[in-house]
């Protein structure tokens, strides 16, 4: 795996904040969501931040929805996963299980 | 403060972000709703909005987000770059915390500065009223050489004369009023309210519609109706904003009024806050009954000089009709100003020396940040030289200098806007308070606001090219060879230090010498004897309301008034009075018996009726003959006391007791006492011809009077006793414009007051500069040459000698700068001239007193750090680099 494929631990998180909504990531969403899962307030400008490295990666995709007057008669733009994205987030995952194994036990011991 | 970012920040974000603002935006607005939900936003959600905001303005997030889309980097990149830059210098200053604050203080004080003379100007003399096509707003002046009355514009014509004018066809509109005070009782709140009685209907001569209501309809004007139009701040102040207010009934003076309209905000004529119709007409009046002004606009076609050609022809057909009844006639004038000018001419000379000052404490400021910037170059070329060779370019190392400027020039900006508004806000207080408002009011509005942002901009442009330049010419890198020992840079650094203090120097000496002629026209002014004893005299008007004092009903009034307050504790004299020095303002006509009056001339003196008890209360000076006595009565002959003015005018100084004369009617006066001329028009002005007359024995000729009271401690602790005094005869008579007469001296004195405390001010903060730029010079000299002082001192130099050694050579340039700002002193005095007193522009003592001032300030400068380098150990100083 090249340098330029492996993800960043905010990118991460950001991806796998877009997986979960499903056609409901953009923005706002993301970022409660991750706020929800993880108890960790990221701002609005480092979401877009990561969501356009991940776009310029081919990770996610995008879509402007309509215009809303509840957001004072802007657009949203939603965040789609990509089969690259998904990949992605899988190859990142093992990279961290087979850093992590044999330490699972030991973890645990710690916590106890 | 709206959730959502305001126009300037969203178009900001719009240039920043491109396409994506627009979800930013709406991504933040729908946030901040789903936050706050419906209820009020506490603080914290408005911190954490703009939290949230302020997120998109970081320089990652802003090239990720650009280089994420096509069309890149471009504009956005520069942003980001530049946001970058204020993170580096950010981080720089805050590694230099001193300097940082030293020099935002600075800058402070000098934007300060700015915007309270700027405000002042803006609101008093640019744009004291806010009336439409205020050019064409005219105020009509007359002049009677032959009585040697000045053009005036103040009380100063009759009816007839306000019809004579009326006649020229170039003005429209013209209007004319009288002034004087009248009791209105609105619901429970009676308030004393400075009026105006109109002939003609203001609001549309002014050019207004009316905030409230209407103004008079010509009807009511020819029927003299009761209607009644109140100013807005009484309305908001007095009557509580009460919209309802019109179409109600007022009381005036104990009338029924309707009130029709409220007049919009800051419109103030002389301060006037009720403005009724004249109940009479113009036609009952003599032609020299002269109290009231006129006000006109000028037809269309019309211009300022074709109104003055009628005026001039009007003023000769006048003449040749009435110069045998009014002898005033030969020769007399009447001219037309722009209204602007009538009122605010006399601020111009302050406005134009506090404006002239405030440049130079900007040009002060500037240097003496560049000479700070200077003072941190040493530190800065190894950083400098060190980000050059790690592939900065100059470009942008010069760009980040001029950022630290700007981002310093932006601190001192906030900084010096808010101390600014304080400094604004108690001037405006100090005038709205005074006896006779100036038309206009002092704030800190959209266009000062500018005026400071781009002198703040040209300041932080200016102090940081000079540093700038320096550090960056030459061989960026020369410092990371030599290790900072290049001996030439630090030759070229201290020429400029040396320059840029002379400058200084220079100017401070300049506004030392300003500041000093004000205070030396202050020290002659309070020199000058005023005639009588100023302490502890408390004075108040009360104006008995006609309809409800007779005429024979009004000096016994006084005459009871001043038996309670005479017998209240601390109270050591008492009398009542027509008027009082500094300003006397009631005048007449007089004819003398045997003088020889050359023909055509008509003699005139200030009248003032008083209570005999005058004469001792005020301290009056007996020259000859005797004061006005309680004897003086109805019945026994018509007695006068005269000033020594009078007796010298008139009488070629030759003893005039027993001598007679006349005031318009028949009853000859005779002269029996001359007292020393009190300053009566003024403090700085030579006193006028003025006699007393005694309101015993002419009772009831004025229901408006001044109550005199010398007391033996504090005026003030005196004022509940003397409320209760008058309340004890009359429970709903008022007492105003209450205040001692040492500050009607200083009210008379404002324009100079201002100008010397403000003056002074920037005096003594332009020494602290100078000072503060010759420290800087020695203390850096002294760190470069601490191995020379060593040679020297282990070659048997004293300490005396090093220490001399330096001041001497600081001490160069700050005698040079003298020397340049005794010129630009001089040039200064004669622009102020009008503001100074019995000094000259290039008065000698004051030019060599701020000398040594500045000398002064700056040999202790220099001898601080020059005595601590002649302490140095010279083993020490010898190995030091």
């Not at chain 2, 600014?420 to 005038?431: K, P, S």
């Amino acid at each position: 795996m090249s340098k330029g494929d492996f993800l960043g631990e905010l990118e991460q998180v950001v991806l796998l904040a877009v997986a979960q909504l499903g056609d409901e990531g953009y923005g706002v969403t993301i970022q409660t969501e991750i706020a929800r899962r993880s108890g960790r307030r990221v701002s609005l400008g480092s979401v877009y931040a990561t969501l356009a490295r991940l776009e310029a990666k081919g990770l996610v995709g995008s879509k402007l929805g309509e215009a809303m007057a509840t957001r004072g008669g802007r657009a949203r733009r939603h965040f789609r996963i990509k089969p690259a994205g998904l990949r992605a987030l899988e190859a990142s995952r093992r990279v961290f299980e087979r850093m992590w194994e044999g330490l699972d036990q030991g973890a645990e011991g710690h916590r106890a | 403060m709206s959730p959502v970012p305001g126009r300037w920040l969203a178009w900001l974000l719009t240039r920043l972000l491109g396409e994506d603002a627009e979800q930013a935006l709406g991504d933040l607005e729908e946030s901040w709703r789903a936050r706050v939900g419906g209820r009020r936003p506490s603080a914290r959600d408005r911190w954490s909005h703009w939290r949230e905001l302020g997120s998109f303005f970081r320089p990652s997030v802003i090239q990720a987000l650009r280089s994420g889309r096509e069309g890149g980097a471009g504009r956005a990149g520069k942003v980001a770059g530049m946001l970058s830059d204020l993170r580096v210098v950010w981080r720089g200053l805050r590694r230099a915390p001193g300097f940082a604050l030293l020099a935002v203080l600075t800058i402070g004080f000098g934007i300060a500065a700015t915007t309270v003379v700027t405000g002042a100007v803006d609101g008093l003399v640019l744009n004291p009223f806010p009336f439409p096509d205020g050019k064409r707003l005219v105020g009509v002046g007359t002049a009677y050489p032959k009585g040697g009355t000045p053009l005036s514009f103040f009380e100063h014509l009759s009816p007839a004369e306000y019809q004579d004018i009326a006649r020229a066809g170039s003005l429209e509109r013209v209007v004319a009023w009288d002034m004087g005070n009248r009791q209105v009782t609105f619901g429970e709140v009676t308030e004393n309210l400075f009026s105006g009685f109109w002939w003609g209907d203001a609001f549309p001569t002014l050019g207004m519609e009316p905030h409230l209501g209407r103004g008079f309809s010509a009807d009511e004007l020819d029927r003299r109706d009761r209607v009644a139009v109140l100013s807005y701040r009484v309305w908001r102040d007095r009557f509580g904003a009460d919209s309802a207010i019109v179409g109600k009934p007022v009381l005036v003076n104990g009338d029924p009024y309707e009130v029709v309209g409220v007049m919009p905000p800051r419109t103030l004529v002389y301060g006037m806050d009720l403005w009724i119709p004249m109940p009479i007409g113009p036609e009952v009046y003599p032609r020299n009954r002269r109290q009231f002004q006129v006000l006109a606009r000028l037809a269309p076609g019309a211009t300022l000089a074709s109104a003055n050609a009628e005026l001039e022809v009007i003023a000769r057909q006048v003449e040749r009709a009435f110069v045998s009844e009014v002898p005033d006639y030969e020769g007399w004038r009447i001219e037309a100003r722009t209204w602007a000018d009538v009122n605010v001419a006399s601020l111009r000379p302050a406005a134009l020396v506090l404006l002239g000052a405030v440049g130079f404490v900007m040009l002060l400021v500037s240097t003496n940040v560049a000479t700070l910037l200077l003072g941190r170059s040493s530190a800065r070329s190894r950083e400098l030289a060190l980000r050059s060779a790690l592939g900065a370019g100059r470009g942008r190392l010069w760009r980040q200098l001029i950022t630290e400027s700007l981002l310093l020039a932006a601190a001192g900006l906030a900084l010096g806007v808010g101390l600014g508004t304080l400094g604004a806000n108690a001037l405006d207080a100090t005038v709205a308070s005074m006896a006779a408002p100036l038309p206009g009011s002092i704030e800190v509005n959209g266009r000062v606001l500018a005026a400071a942002a781009v002198v703040a901009l040209i300041a932080g442009l200016g102090f940081g090219t000079i540093p700038a330049i320096h550090m960056l010419k030459g061989d960026l890198q020369r410092s990371l060879k030599v290790d900072g020992a290049g001996s030439t840079a630090h030759a070229s650094r201290l020429r400029l230090q040396r320059l840029l203090v002379g400058f200084e120097a220079a100017l401070a000496l300049a506004m030392l010498a300003g500041s000093g002629y004000l205070v030396h026209s202050f020290r002659k002014l309070s020199a000058i004897d005023p005639g009588f004893e100023t302490e502890r005299l408390l004075t108040m008007r009360l104006s008995l309301a006609q309809e409800r004092y007779a005429r024979e009903a009004i000096e016994p009034f006084f005459v009871n008034l001043r038996e309670r307050v005479g017998a209240l504790p601390g109270v050591l004299a008492v009398a009542t009075a027509s008027q009082y020095p500094p300003r006397v303002f009631g005048r007449a006509e007089i004819q003398l018996q045997d003088v020889e009056v050359p023909p055509g001339a008509s003699p005139s003196a200030y009248v003032t009726l008083a209570s005999p008890s005058l004469m001792p209360t005020l301290g009056l000076r007996l020259v000859a003959g005797r004061f006005l006595e309680e004897t003086d009565r109805p019945g026994s002959p018509l007695v006068a006391v005269v000033n020594q003015a009078l007796v010298d005018r008139y009488y070629g100084g030759r003893n005039p007791i027993g001598r007679r004369f006349r005031v318009g009617g028949d009853e000859l006066i005779e002269i029996v006492g001359v007292v020393a001329s009190t300053r009566n028009v003024g403090l700085d002005q030579e006193p006028g011809p003025e006699f007393f007359g005694s309101t015993l024995q002419l009772p009831g000729l004025n229901n408006q009077m001044f109550l005199v009271v010398r007391t033996a401690g504090d005026p003030y602790q005196a004022l509940p006793l003397v409320r209760e005094a008058v309340k004890g005869i009359d429970a709903d008579q008022p007492v105003y414009a209450i205040r001692t007469i040492e500050e009607a001296f200083a009210e008379s004195q404002f324009r100079r007051r201002v100008s010397t405390f403000m003056l002074s001010l920037f005096g003594g903060f332009a020494l602290v500069l100078a000072a503060v730029g010759v420290y800087g010079v020695v203390s850096y000299a002294t760190s470069q040459r601490t191995r020379e002082v060593g040679v020297r001192m282990a070659l048997g130099a004293s300490r005396r000698a090093v220490t001399r050694l330096f001041v001497r050579q600081a001490m160069l340039p700050v005698l040079g700068g003298a020397v340049l700002g005794a010129g630009v002193a001089f040039l200064i005095g004669r622009a102020m001239a009008t503001l100074l007193f019995e000094v000259e522009p290039g008065d000698p003592l004051t030019l060599l007193g701020a000398a040594l001032v500045l000398a002064a300030v700056g040999l202790l400068a220099a001898y601080v750090p020059a005595r601590r380098a002649s302490r140095l150990d010279p083993v020490r100083a010898l190995r030091s680099d």
